[in-house]
């Protein structure tokens, strides 16, 4: 997925237009801002988490 990927690039996002989207994780939605790949790449995203949710530990080699 390519969203936003030109840094060089000025955007302005209205966040609450986003849809939220269901994340690897039950019960973890993002709205994304900015995504360069597909599950694994370089993202930018606003997260929500439901109670007693959460993420695993992973890491972010290509940043985030």
Aim: net charge negative.
């Amino acid at each position: 997925m390519k969203l936003n990927t030109d840094i060089q690039e000025r955007v302005v996002v209205f966040t609450e237009d986003l849809p939220w989207r269901d994340s690897p994780m039950a019960r973890v939605q993002r709205r994304m801002l900015e995504r360069d790949g597909e599950e694994v790449g370089r993202a930018t995203s606003i997260v929500r988490y439901a109670p007693n949710s959460y993420f695993s530990a992973h890491t972010h080699g290509g940043g985030e």
